[in-house]
């Protein structure tokens, strides 16, 4: 709301010809009654925000990564079903073909195909915790 020029009281779009306090005419000369003024709407001591950190983005980029969770901690859902699925997919695949051909035993294959994907998403979360100014899913910055 729009603050009189004269006295400093608060004025509603309706009394944009005379201040209802102090009486004075236009009481707010180059502002319009569409004004608002932005530290009222602004609630920094909510308890509804908690900024997402970047260490924490680190350690689940390093413990479950491969699971997409990540993605899910920063509210962006599509983003991680797409993650998991080409992580496992991934996994699989490439765990098969070392199975086969590299080592021909079917656990040793499938251990090395998730190692190779455990250190991508450590690669991935360093990525994330070094990229300044990263915002999550709804657009809040990472602490």
Known sequence: MPICKNCGSRIDKFNKDRCPICGIESPFDGVTSET???TTSIDVDSKDYHPKKK???LLLFILTGYFGVPYFYLNMK?????YTIL???GIGLIGFILSFYAFNNFLYGYLVAFAIFVVL???VGLYYYFLPNFKDGNGDFLL
């Not at 599509?78 to 797409?82: A, D, E, P, T």
């Open 121 to 123: 998403n450590v690669l």
């Open 87 to 89: 992580n496992l997919a």
């Open 55 to 57: 260490s924490t983005l």
């Open 36 to 38: 608002v003024e932005v």
């Open 78 to 82: 599509k983003i991680g079903i797409y």
